[in-house]
């Protein structure tokens, strides 16, 4: 049996994203594939898959991406789907779990990347919203100021997002100040 | 032996580092490495595959191992530790045993006080 949810989860929540995919597995729903918002669902043993996603530096067809999915794969786990620079990977439950990453260096790289693409989204759609209010401003013009509020409001939650992630790395920052 | 230079080359390896060069001291492919440190630390230490990677992508960069011109076509790539590898292993054994050295000394020289008290 197949089920599909369309689920929005941003960028800066993919810990969320993975976690909700973690308990679709206990009970039982092995995600098949990924789309844009959309999940697909097979049924399958509670508990049977450990999920786990990553942001790469490239898109999943470049040649770096091919050889880290391969080197990934090699070691016993599986790549569900990608979407965009995002992969899902998922491996059998064991007792020594699945992880990507297994010290705090390579996860602050990880949320690097992450914060570099929000970051520009950000600046971009920040620097539209001032466009539009300007524009506004010199030549009035109701679409100007509508879609100069839209920027701002989407630029406020990218920003929420930006220092949502900022927080998380500078607390794994001063966790390395003691250990890896 | 216990000239000290300031160079990079004498900052600490990491953990994941150090294992992944003592467990490249025969050649294995990535699954192996990550076996053969579990096993080497009896199950302590379970290096990440991405973790992994990232690690053994700077290795081969600086020359520490390298990647074994592929036999028998598997599609899975070995490493081995080069020269300079060893010599980067060495120096952190010798560091290592300045630590344990200093921490039995301390550690347990005051656990030795404690007891007589």
């Not at chain 1, 689920?7 to 993919?14: V, Y």
């Not at chain 1, 524009?135 to 509020?149: D, E, K, P, R, T």
């Not at chain 2, 599609?75 to 530790?81: A, G, L, P, Q």
């Amino acid at each position: 049996m197949k089920m599909i949810i369309h689920k929005l989860f941003w960028a800066w929540s993919f810990e969320k994203e993975e976690r909700w995919l973690n308990e679709m597995s206990n009970k039982g729903w092995q995600l098949s594939d990924v789309g844009v918002c959309r999940y697909t669902f097979e049924e399958g043993l509670p508990g049977e898959y450990v999920y786990r996603l990553e942001m790469l530096n490239n898109l999943p067809k470049h040649p770096e991406s091919v050889h880290y999915i391969r080197f990934i794969e090699d070691t016993g786990a599986e790549h569900v789907g990608s979407l965009l620079r995002w992969v899902y990977f998922r491996k059998k439950a064991g007792e020594n779990g699945f992880d990507l990453f297994s010290d705090i260096d390579s996860r602050i790289k990880h949320l690097n990347g992450i914060l570099v693409l929000v970051g520009f989204v950000f600046g971009v759609i920040l620097l539209s919203g001032i466009y539009y209010m300007l524009a506004w401003l010199s030549h009035g013009a109701q679409f100007n100021i509508v879609s100069g509020i839209i920027c701002l409001i989407v630029g406020l939650g990218i920003g929420y997002g930006f220092v949502h992630l900022f927080l998380q790395k500078r607390r794994l920052e001063k966790e390395k100040i003691l250990h890896e | 032996m216990t000239e000290v230079h300031m160079t990079n080359e004498n900052i600490a390896l990491t953990e994941a580092v150090y294992y992944i060069l003592l467990a490249l001291y025969s050649p294995l492919h990535g699954y192996g490495i990550m076996q053969k440190v579990a096993d080497l630390s009896s199950g302590r230490v379970h290096l990440a595959a991405g973790t992994l990677y990232g690690a053994l992508s700077t290795l081969l960069e600086k020359g520490w191992i390298v990647a074994l011109p592929g036999e028998r076509n598997s599609r899975k790539k070995e490493y081995e530790i080069t020269p300079l590898g060893k010599r980067m292993a060495m120096n952190e054994l010798s560091r290592l045993r300045e630590l344990l050295e200093n921490g039995e000394k301390i550690i347990e020289g005051r656990k030795y006080e404690n007891d007589n008290s």
